[in-house]
Structure formats: structure tokens, C-alpha cells
């Protein structure tokens, strides 16, 4: 994966490099037997001068993982702020969004690992086919932060 490769697939995702960093890590806990302890700092200098070769297999998958997870999430939250009947959701509707990480793992214990990045995204995704199916906008409800 070259460099800039890395860069735009990151900030497709929404991660800041240290968020990446965090993301890579609790997926792939360890590389080639040894565990893994990269930070922003290496996200930062890999999208100027490549990957290392034990991390690079592994990238790919961390970002098929992350797009997935949005993915997977945007539905869901899609299918809670539809009304079963099949109507529009109300005026007003909101869906939480998280200002941290310690927010989102604090109000979202299962989720503990993944960045908030992910779960606005997804929050955002899923506001957005719910205007353009039914007109009505949702809103994104900022959840206040624990400290």
C-alpha cells in the first residue's frame, strides 16, 4: 500500500492517525507473533514513507473492518429511528453522536476499542437515508462529555 493510498483510505474513514492507530491495534493485537504498539506518530510517518512489510497485509483488512462496522451500524441505527409501521420517523428525531472516545466506550461498553469517529459516521449515514427516504431530518444529538 503506497503512502498516499493509506493517507486517503484513512481520512475516507473519518480516523484521525491516532484514531487509526487505536483501530489497527485492537484489531490486529498482534503482527507476525509480536504484538502490535504503533501510535499516531507511525500512521503519520507510514503516509509518508510506506508501511512497514508486517503491517501492510494487515492495513487492508483494518479498513475492510472499519467500513464494514459503519456499514453494519448505519443499518442498524436506520432500522431504530424508522417506525416499524413503515411511516417517517418523527419531527425532531435524534440519534446520539459522541464528542470522545471515552463517551462513546463509556455509553457504549460493547463497542470499547472502536473510535466514536466510526459510530458518528454511521449516526450520519443513517440521518441521511432516512431524509432522503422519507423528507424528515434527524438529528445528531452531541451526548455530553464525561469529563
Not at 34 to 49: P, R, T
Not at 59 to 78: D, I, K, P, Q
Not at 107 to 121: C, E, K, R, S, V
Request: glycine fraction near 6%.
Amino acid at each position: 500500500m503506497s503512502p498516499i493510498e493509506l493517507s486517503t483510505r484513512r481520512r475516507v474513514t473519518g480516523l484521525t492517525s491516532g484514531e487509526f492507530a487505536k483501530l489497527f491495534v485492537a484489531l490486529e493485537r498482534k503482527v507476525d507473533g509480536e504484538s502490535a504498539h504503533w501510535d499516531a506518530a507511525d500512521v503519520e510517518s507510514w503516509e509518508i514513507v510506506g508501511p512497514p512489510v508486517t503491517a501492510e497485509d494487515h492495513l487492508t483488512e483494518t479498513f475492510a473492518a472499519a467500513n464494514e462496522f459503519v456499514a453494519t451500524l448505519a443499518r442498524r441505527l436506520y432500522r431504530t429511528v424508522m417506525p416499524s409501521d413503515g411511516g417517517a420517523p418523527a419531527e425532531g428525531t435524534a440519534i446520539t453522536a459522541f464528542p470522545d472516545d471515552l463517551t462513546f466506550w463509556a455509553a457504549q461498553p460493547d463497542f470499547g476499542g472502536i473510535p466514536h469517529a466510526l459510530w458518528n459516521i454511521a449516526a450520519l449515514q443513517a440521518a441521511e437515508w432516512a431524509r432522503q427516504e422519507t423528507g424528515v431530518t434527524c438529528e445528531l444529538k452531541a451526548c455530553n462529555p464525561l469529563v
